[in-house]
Structures are given as C-alpha cells and as structure tokens.
C-alpha cells in the first residue's frame, strides 16, 4: 500500500506494536531500558554509515522500527509507577497495605452511581511516608454535605481494597479498564470518615475545573433544564457525567452518541470558527505566528478545560498540525496529520490506545479521507443543498464502516437509523456550538438575555426529542449481536480488501478481496463449531442463586430471581451473547444435575440430602443451608465444594475453613466467580 510510504505512519505502527507487548508480558524496566539504549546506540552508527553509502541498505529501517517498538514497551512502563520505588504497593507488603492513614489529592471527578459518589484520587501520604500512585474513592451519597472537588486534599483511614474480577463470563473487566488507567485499589467509605486538610497547591486539572464550575453555575442562573444543561455541558465542555441514563441511552441508540463526545467534529468546527475569528491579526507584523500561536493556545485551553480525555486531546493535537499547516499554506497529508497526531499523543498517553472513544475516533477519521471519496464518486448532485446533504449522508455511511466492527465487539448493538439522526443534526451542529460558545461567554460576562438563553435551551429540547424519537423506534435497534475479535480483525481485513478494489480494480486486489472472504466464512465456521459446546454454569448473583445449562445453541436457565426477570437478567444476556446463543428456555431449580458424566447435588436451606442414593462429583450449597460440612464431606467424598452468591458470607467464610483443613478444593463464587463445567 503506497499509505506505507509515509515514514511516519510505519514509525506509528511500530509504537503502537511496542505498546501492545508491554501491555501482554511483563518487561524488566532496567532490561528494555538497556535495549532501548543500545538500540538507538545501534540506529545513530547505522545512519552515520547509510550517509556514506550510495546504494541504499535495509539496515537503518530496521534499526529504526526495532528502536521504535522497544520505545513503545519502555514507555508504558515509565508510565507505570509501579515500577518505581515511591510507588504505594512498593513502599509496604501486602499485609501493611491493608489499610493505612492515607492523604491524598481529588484528581477527577467521575460519573456517580445509584449510591455512591466516584473519584480518583493521587495518593500523596501512607502511613507518614510519602508515596505515588493512583486510587479510586467511592464515597456514599450524603445529601447534606458539598461534593469533594479537584483539588481537594483529603485525609482518611481506611483500608485498600482490590478491585474484583468479572465474576462472570463474558462481563464487563472494571478490574482491566482501570489497570490501564494504572488504578489497582479503590477506597469505599462514608462522607462522613474523610476529614479535608487545608492546601494552597493547585493543579492545571483544578483550575480547569473550577472554570467548568464556574461556567455550569452562571448557566444555572438562566434556568436551563437538567437535561439542557447537560448536553449543554457536553457539547461544550467536554462533561458528560451529568447526563441521565435515559438521554445517554437515547443518543447511543439513535447512533448519535459520538455527538455528545468532544471529537474531531467539535473540534474542527471551533477550528473554524477561531480561525475567521483571528482573520485580522494576520494583518500585524509577524502575524500569521502569532495567529498561530492563539489558535493552539485557544484549542488546548479548550481540550483542558474539557478535562484531556483521549477524544479531545487526540482531536486537538491533530488540528494542532493542521491550524498549523493551514495558516502557513502549507499542504498537509491527512494520513501524515492523523499520524502525527497519534504518534505524538501515544508518546505522551500510551494507554490511550485501549480507549475506546481514541479508537473508534481514529477509525472513524480514517474511514471518512479513505472511503468517503469513492462514495461521492457514485454521483455528484448538481443542486448545492441537494450535495450538501448527499456529503453528509456518504460521511455518515464511510465513518459508520469505519467503526461498525469494534462497535459492535465492545456494544453488540447496530442503530439502523444512525443516518436520520446524523442527517438531521450534523447540518445544525456548527449552528449549535457557535451558538452555545456565544451563550457561555454573555453567561460568564451575566450579560445573556433570557430570551436568547429560553430559545437556545428549546433548540436543545428539540434536540433531545428527535433522538429519543429516532431511539423509541425499536424494530431499527439490532441489539446483543455476538461479535468476538476474530470477527472485528477480519471484518477490518474485508473493509481494506473492498477498498483496495473499488480504488484500482485489478486481478491482485480480487485476489485479496476473495481471501478476505475465506477468512470471514472461516471465522463463522470457527465461532459456530464453538457455540455447539455444551457445559453447565453456577453464575455469581448477590442473594440468588443462577444456574445455566448450555446445550449446542440453547440455554436453560434455573434460578431463584422471580419468572419475570429471570430471563432478562444482566448477567444471562451477556452470556449469550458471548456464546451466540439464539433460543432460551426457563426451568425450576433442582436436587441434582447430571453432565458430561458428572453429577453435581444441591443443598438448598433444608439442608437435607441423602447419603445413600448416590456419591456426586461436585456439591452445591446455596440459600445457607445448616449442614455440618465435615460430615458431609465424610459421607459424600465429593470433588469439589461449590458455594453461591445466595449464601451468608459468614456461612461461606466457615466452609471455607473446613475445606482447607479436610484438604477439599473450595469455590465461592464471590471471589473466583461463575463455577464452569464444561
């Protein structure tokens, strides 16, 4: 592909490849230290001597691409402060860490809960010495006290707490997500056990976020509704822990979701509006520079006044290259900005690159430049707004192919009708933010008439009422889709191979078009020969007991949870949709189940079973039942000890203890999750 050409985007892929092995073994720092070093020793000789040679040599772009992939593990490990001394978890033993006289710094603010109030928090002191590193704080709602803001310094004694596991298959991995964002413990505790200490220091984040408070008060004072203001607070500030569930749930379904998430889009249109805003000073002496150096100081306030997220941040540094390519009139490529963007903001922010919004942003700009083009191709309307609309739809259509692959592996949802709310909105989003920067600036300045705050809270109402229209239409929305990653690499190689066609359509890209095509029929075969194994599952659910017994295609659910829920749970829907599930039946708990040649006996409440009917491989205690476990152990000889989320952890706690004196493995799935049998 010539896109290969560019050194830059090789240079890319080779950082990116670097920073997926560090994320998959564990490196020694001092090791890939070492190897960096002489690595960059070897590429500075092999330049020095590709300089002095006429006929050119593989050898310096091999040093340069092994350089930069080892570049790529060595900075996600210098971004671990694990790997350091003043680290928390290296200052004291698992047995000490267990809790501790802990001051720490408000970091970020994070969306709340039912019950609780979320934050991370910069630890600043253990235990009297001074440490490092990153926790989250989960704070019970109180309603008579002030939330906790950036910037404040807290103290409190508390345990650590890890962060659990999925206990189920196919859920969603908390644990994972924040170990990218080098988060290992969290703190759970009341409002009323943290004391604040008085501090004068203050960050770059706090001062953001008090301009972000201070704005969303002077918004408050003109009576936006809750849902106005939110949106509000997203489209122009970058915040959108504010917004309810059912508006959330409303855009995402509607296809519009990407709306409510400063990205290139938003950024782009402020670009613009910057740009003609600063028209004049190109007028000065030196003022193309020092337009420049306005516009790149307005867009990163911008990005951390919106708080640095990886959209932002990854839509600011590549406007950043082109405010700049643009007012110095020189052409710049797209694929060269996007990696440049990238390389630049992967350097700084490596595990960026497992952000979900950072990818699908990525892929959605890539999909646009590269599939766009050939879509408005198909026709050319000679009407200017019959065009208009026709560039927004192929814009539409050419990102929604970008992202329809990893949407559907992390959503398993496709909105059929993404391209009516696209349609309607895009048109009007530059109206939208011009309008709403203007609202911000007279609300800060407490110079906005309410007429004109009154209409652009009812364009935001409108707003908000055509997506939850375009959402309520359910026969569109394609919900729990099984999509694995094979699926995604190979959809992805189909969407290259159809591309690679309809540009140049010659024998070598059919070829390529027609192996993608095996490789899609192979991965169907593939996933379909592994949704035909069968096997039984002791779910984890708080309070309840939940069993699934998988046969081929189709599941039969026993549970305690009442008939009407049973089928709908959380817990039962992702497992279907990982395992392509199509039909599901409801059942009654049983005494004994039978499977693949093993038998496994539940022992509800009565806590009565019969010693003489048969010996079981595995034992199911569930709804605490009173048995003496030694007993029953002695009687039974099982294998294995299950016990639910149905039992009192006081009860677990004991069987455990006979467990490990009887010398028989124990599985409670609070703590080791769903028991599998396959």
């Given at each position: 592909?010539?896109?290969?050409?560019?050194?830059?985007?090789?240079?890319?892929?080779?950082?990116?490849?670097?920073?997926?092995?560090?994320?998959?073994?564990?490196?020694?720092?001092?090791?890939?230290?070492?190897?960096?070093?002489?690595?960059?020793?070897?590429?500075?000789?092999?330049?020095?001597?590709?300089?002095?040679?006429?006929?050119?040599?593989?050898?310096?772009?091999?040093?340069?691409?092994?350089?930069?992939?080892?570049?790529?593990?060595?900075?996600?490990?210098?971004?671990?402060?694990?790997?350091?001394?003043?680290?928390?978890?290296?200052?004291?033993?698992?047995?000490?860490?267990?809790?501790?006289?802990?001051?720490?710094?408000?970091?970020?603010?994070?969306?709340?809960?039912?019950?609780?109030?979320?934050?991370?928090?910069?630890?600043?002191?253990?235990?009297?010495?001074?440490?490092?590193?990153?926790?989250?704080?989960?704070?019970?709602?109180?309603?008579?006290?002030?939330k906790f803001e950036v910037d404040d310094v807290l103290y409190i004694s508390s345990p650590l707490e890890t962060i659990s596991s999925p206990q189920n298959p196919y859920q969603f991995n908390y644990r994972r997500y924040l170990e990218k964002q080098y988060i290992h413990h969290q703190i759970t505790t009341k409002r009323s056990s943290i004391f604040k200490i008085q501090s004068e220091t203050q960050t770059l984040f706090g001062y953001a976020d008090r301009i972000r408070t201070s704005i969303d008060k002077r918004l408050k004072a003109y009576h936006f509704r809750p849902d106005e203001l939110a949106i509000i607070n997203a489209l122009l500030l970058g915040q959108r822990k504010d917004i309810s569930?059912?508006?959330?749930?409303?855009?995402?379904?509607?296809?519009?979701?990407?709306?409510?998430?400063?990205?290139?889009?938003?950024?782009?249109?402020?670009?613009?509006?910057?740009?003609?805003?600063?028209?004049?000073?190109?007028?000065?002496?030196?003022?193309?520079?020092?337009?420049?150096?306005?516009?790149?100081?307005?867009?990163?306030?911008?990005?951390?006044?919106?708080?640095?997220?990886?959209?932002?941040?990854?839509?600011?540094?590549?406007?950043?290259?082109?405010?700049?390519?643009?007012?110095?009139?020189?052409?710049?490529?797209?694929?060269?900005?996007?990696?440049?963007?990238?390389?630049?903001?992967?350097?700084?922010?490596?595990?960026?690159?497992?952000?979900?919004?950072?990818?699908?942003?990525?892929?959605?700009?890539?999909?646009?430049?590269?599939?766009?083009?050939?879509?408005?191709?198909?026709?050319?309307?000679?009407?200017?707004?019959?065009?208009?609309?026709?560039?927004?739809?192929?814009?539409?259509?050419?990102?929604?192919?970008?992202?329809?692959?990893?949407?559907?592996?992390?959503?398993?949802?496709?909105?059929?009708?993404?391209?009516?709310?696209?349609?309607?909105?895009?048109?009007?989003?530059?109206?939208?933010?011009?309008?709403?920067?203007?609202?911000?600036?007279?609300?800060?300045?407490?110079?906005?008439?309410?007429?004109?705050?009154?209409?652009?809270?009812?364009?935001?109402?409108?707003?908000?009422?055509?997506?939850?229209?375009?959402?309520?239409?359910?026969?569109?929305?394609?919900?729990?889709?099984?999509?694995?990653?094979?699926?995604?690499?190979?959809?992805?190689?189909?969407?290259?191979?159809?591309?690679?066609?309809?540009?140049?359509?010659?024998?070598?890209?059919?070829?390529?078009?027609?192996?993608?095509?095996?490789?899609?029929?192979?991965?169907?075969?593939?996933?379909?020969?592994?949704?035909?194994?069968?096997?039984?599952?002791?779910?984890?659910?708080?309070?309840?007991?939940?069993?699934?017994?998988?046969?081929?295609?189709?599941?039969?659910?026993?549970?305690?949870?009442?008939?009407?829920?049973?089928?709908?749970?959380?817990?039962?829907?992702?497992?279907?949709?990982?395992?392509?599930?199509?039909?599901?039946?409801?059942?009654?708990?049983?005494?004994?189940?039978?499977?693949?040649?093993?038998?496994?006996?539940?022992?509800?409440?009565?806590?009565?079973?019969?010693?003489?009917?048969?010996?079981?491989?595995?034992?199911?205690?569930?709804?605490?039942?009173?048995?003496?476990?030694?007993?029953?152990?002695?009687?039974?000889?099982?294998?294995?000890?299950?016990?639910?989320?149905?039992?009192?952890?006081?009860?677990?706690?004991?069987?455990?203890?006979?467990?490990?004196?009887?010398?028989?493995?124990?599985?409670?799935?609070?703590?080791?999750?769903?028991?599998?049998?396959?």
């Amino acid at each position: 592909m010539k896109l290969l050409n560019f050194t830059i985007i090789k240079l890319t892929l080779c950082l990116i490849i670097g920073i997926i092995l560090a994320s998959a073994f564990t490196v020694s720092l001092i090791f890939i230290f070492a190897l960096t070093l002489g690595l960059l020793t070897l590429l500075g000789l092999t330049l020095l001597i590709a300089k002095k040679q006429i006929d050119k040599t593989v050898w310096f772009g091999c040093s340069a691409f092994l350089t930069t992939i080892c570049i790529g593990v060595l900075i996600v490990q210098l971004h671990d402060q694990q790997q350091f001394k003043a680290h928390y978890t290296q200052q004291f033993s698992k047995e000490t860490i267990s809790e501790g006289q802990i001051i720490f710094r408000i970091r970020e603010i994070l969306k709340p809960t039912a019950y609780h109030d979320k934050y991370v928090v910069s630890l600043l002191k253990f235990n009297g010495q001074t440490v490092t590193g990153k926790l989250l704080l989960n704070v019970s709602k109180d309603s008579t006290k002030n939330k906790f803001e950036v910037d404040d310094v807290l103290y409190i004694s508390s345990p650590l707490e890890t962060i659990s596991s999925p206990q189920n298959p196919y859920q969603f991995n908390y644990r994972r997500y924040l170990e990218k964002q080098y988060i290992h413990h969290q703190i759970t505790t009341k409002r009323s056990s943290i004391f604040k200490i008085q501090s004068e220091t203050q960050t770059l984040f706090g001062y953001a976020d008090r301009i972000r408070t201070s704005i969303d008060k002077r918004l408050k004072a003109y009576h936006f509704r809750p849902d106005e203001l939110a949106i509000i607070n997203a489209l122009l500030l970058g915040q959108r822990k504010d917004i309810s569930k059912e508006i959330f749930d409303n855009y995402s379904h509607a296809g519009a979701i990407h709306i409510l998430a400063v990205s290139g889009l938003h950024v782009g249109i402020i670009l613009l509006i910057l740009n003609m805003a600063f028209k004049p000073i190109e007028r000065l002496k030196h003022g193309r520079y020092i337009k420049i150096a306005m516009l790149l100081m307005c867009l990163w306030s911008f990005a951390i006044i919106a708080g640095m997220s990886a959209s932002v941040t990854r839509a600011v540094a590549m406007f950043t290259v082109v405010a700049i390519g643009m007012n110095l009139k020189r052409p710049t490529n797209i694929f060269n900005t996007l990696a440049i963007s990238m390389f630049i903001l992967l350097l700084f922010k490596p595990m960026f690159l497992f952000d979900v919004g950072f990818q699908m942003s990525y892929l959605a700009v890539i999909a646009i430049v590269s599939i766009q083009p050939l879509f408005k191709k198909l026709w050319t309307p000679k009407h200017k707004t019959i065009n208009y609309f026709w560039e927004i739809f192929t814009v539409t259509i050419a990102a929604q192919i970008g992202v329809l692959p990893i949407s559907l592996y992390y959503f398993h949802q496709f909105p059929g009708l993404f391209f009516i709310s696209n349609l309607v909105i895009i048109p009007f989003l530059g109206f939208i933010l011009g309008v709403g920067i203007i609202v911000i600036l007279l609300a800060v300045l407490n110079i906005l008439p309410q007429f004109i705050a009154d209409i652009y809270g009812g364009i935001i109402s409108s707003m908000n009422h055509f997506i939850g229209w375009i959402s309520q239409q359910e026969s569109f929305l394609f919900k729990n889709i099984s999509f694995g990653i094979t699926f995604v690499i190979v959809s992805y190689v189909l969407v290259i191979a159809l591309f690679t066609y309809f540009k140049k359509p010659k024998h070598l890209q059919l070829a390529f078009v027609l192996i993608a095509i095996l490789c899609v029929q192979a991965a169907l075969m593939i996933d379909k020969r592994q949704s035909q194994s069968d096997e039984i599952v002791v779910f984890h659910k708080t309070k309840h007991s939940l069993i699934g017994i998988k046969q081929n295609e189709s599941l039969t659910v026993a549970s305690s949870i009442d008939s009407i829920d049973k089928l709908n749970n959380t817990i039962i829907k992702n497992y279907m949709v990982g395992q392509s599930i199509d039909k599901i039946n409801a059942a009654e708990l049983r005494s004994v189940y039978s499977f693949a040649n093993k038998k496994m006996l539940v022992i509800d409440s009565l806590g009565i079973y019969n010693v003489k009917s048969f010996l079981p491989d595995y034992v199911l205690l569930r709804n605490s039942p009173k048995i003496n476990l030694k007993r029953l152990i002695d009687s039974l000889h099982p294998k294995l000890i299950i016990a639910d989320g149905s039992n009192y952890r006081s009860y677990a706690k004991r069987w455990e203890t006979t467990c490990r004196q009887q010398k028989i493995p124990f599985h409670l799935t609070s703590e080791k999750g769903a028991f599998i049998l396959k």
